[in-house]
C-alpha cells in the first residue's frame, strides 16, 4: 500500500503542540545562523582591520595582537553596558544600542569624524 500525503503541509495546519516544537525549532536554527553571520562578518572585519594596520602603518603580529585584545575588552565592555542583566538581549536593537554608546564615546573623545 503506497502512502499517500495531500497538501502541503504549513505552521498554521500542524496541531498545536506540533506548532509550538516547530516555532521554536525554526527560532532555534535562526539564532544558530545569525550566530554564524556575526563570527563570520566579526573574522572579516578583523581581517580587513589587520590588512589595514599592516599596509597603513607597518603592524607586526604583536602590535596587531595587541591591538585586537584591546577591541574584544573593548567591545565586551560596551556589550555589557548596553542591557541590563534583567533584559532579554533583542539582537539588533542590541547592536545598535552598543552602536549609539560607542559613537557617543568617540565624540566625547573628539574622535568622530
Same mark, same amino acid.
Given at each position: 500500500m503506497k502512502?499517500?500525503?495531500?497538501?502541503?503541509?504549513t505552521l498554521e495546519s500542524l496541531p498545536a503542540g506540533l506548532r509550538?516544537?516547530?516555532e521554536k525549532s525554526a527560532q532555534?536554527?535562526?539564532?544558530e545562523r545569525w550566530a554564524e553571520i556575526q563570527s563570520d562578518v566579526s573574522r572579516r572585519f578583523l581581517c580587513t582591520m589587520a590588512l589595514a594596520l599592516n599596509d597603513v602603518y607597518g603592524f607586526g603580529t604583536a602590535r596587531i595582537q595587541r591591538v585586537? /585584545?584591546? +577591541?574584544? %575588552?573593548?567591545?565586551?565592555?560596551?556589550?555589557?553596558?548596553?542591557?541590563?542583566p534583567s533584559e532579554k538581549r533583542e539582537g539588533t536593537k542590541?547592536?545598535?544600542?552598543?552602536? /549609539?554608546? +560607542?559613537? %557617543?564615546?568617540?565624540?566625547?573623545?573628539?574622535?568622530?569624524?
Open positions: 502512502a499517500r500525503i495531500g497538501g502541503r503541509t509550538g516544537a516547530a532555534h536554527l535562526a539564532e585586537i /585584545d584591546a +577591541m574584544s %575588552e573593548i567591545a565586551i565592555g560596551y556589550s555589557d553596558d548596553s542591557y541590563t542590541d547592536l545598535k544600542r552598543m552602536a /549609539d554608546i +560607542m559613537q %557617543e564615546e568617540m565624540e566625547k573623545r573628539g574622535l568622530f569624524v
